[in-house]
């Protein structure tokens, strides 16, 4: 089981269709699920994935556009009736959480766990940190008030090298701060920098999600030096009026910003219910920004 994988729960846009369920994934830390975005069927395909309630407790909405957050109270109704114990934090707009609120009240009035909400704001900030993750939202371009999320491992220890810790007999209180960086100076006083010592840390899990969005090379700035992009896809170039008019990226536009932000690799989702089948879209990209993959409904990817 890798230690962080994707799991695509839908990659459709406004209208759920045959093929695709609206937007939704779940992140996958380490057996800790956490749920961006949660349109409808979202419960239905986790459920069809194996994905368990009891291991989610923190949901991300990017904005209140009802694919990105119609499956959010059936989900929650769901969960109640299943007995999950412990906390759910939604990340949400504060007029999400009111809305969220009063359903909540209305349809689950017993629920056994406790929600909270966390409320986001459209702009770049520091939203979770554990010891091991952060997670911060980037302000997107849309129609209304929308964020991305950007998950982030924190950078691992350098790794020592054993003959050379032995033949400067290094005391082991020192060895903590070498594998942070540190130099070390011997007795006698001479230097010995922290590359003498060390090897670099192993490579860490970084994922953006770039939810709706109109092209802007300000997200590329704000997504520079992550590895796994995913980027809405609504549209091909024939279309792009249309992503100009609703605030949408086209699939060049999201091959540019992949190519601009340095990405090792792009995932396209939120495609139009007007395409039956894709490869208009990832033909447009792959020729911008080859290693780009489709997303697909029942996906899982792995992000190290
Ligand atoms: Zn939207």
């Not at 939203?127 to 982030?152: D, M, N, Y």
């Not at 994922?207 to 992550?226: H, L, R, W």
């Amino acid at each position: 089981m890798a230690q962080f994988q994707l799991n695509i729960l839908g990659c459709g846009s406004a209208i759920p269709t045959a093929r695709h369920n609206p937007s939704s994934q779940i992140l996958d830390i380490r057996d800790n699920l956490f749920m961006i975005d949660c349109g409808e069927g979202a419960q239905l395909t986790m459920r069809k994935m194996r994905l368990k309630y009891t291991r989610l407790n923190h949901i991300f909405i990017s904005h209140l556009h009802g694919d990105h957050c119609f499956g959010l109270i059936g989900l929650l109704s769901s969960m109640a009736l299943q007995e999950k114990s412990g906390t759910v934090t939604i990340h949400i707009f504060e007029e999400g959480a009111n809305l969220f609120d009063q359903q909540l009240k209305f349809f689950c009035r017993d629920i056994p766990f406790e929600i909270k909400f966390n409320i986001i704001k459209p702009e770049k900030a520091l939203i979770f940190e554990s010891h091991a993750i952060t997670i911060e939202t980037i302000p997107l371009f849309h129609r209304v008030p929308c964020v991305g999320f950007i998950f982030k491992e924190k950078t691992k220890l350098r790794h020592l090298k054993g003959d050379m810790v032995k033949f400067y007999n290094i005391p082991i209180k020192e060895l903590h701060g070498i594998k942070e960086g540190n130099d070390y100076v011997t007795p006698e006083g001479v230097l010995v920098t922290n590359s003498q010592l060390t090897t670099d840390p192993d490579q860490v899990m970084s994922y953006a999600y770039c939810s709706d969005t109109a092209f802007n090379p300000q997200v590329a700035e704000m997504i520079k030096g992550i590895n796994t992009i995913y980027h809405e896809a609504t549209y091909t170039n024939d279309f792009a009026h249309l992503a100009r008019q609703r605030g949408h990226s086209t699939s060049a536009e999201a091959a540019r910003i992949a190519q601009m932000a340095g990405a090792e690799r792009l995932i396209l989702g939120h495609f139009s219910k007007r395409y039956r089948d894709e490869s208009p879209i990832i033909n447009e990209a792959t020729e911008i920004f080859p290693n780009t993959i489709l997303a697909n409904d029942g996906m899982r990817i792995d992000l190290l």
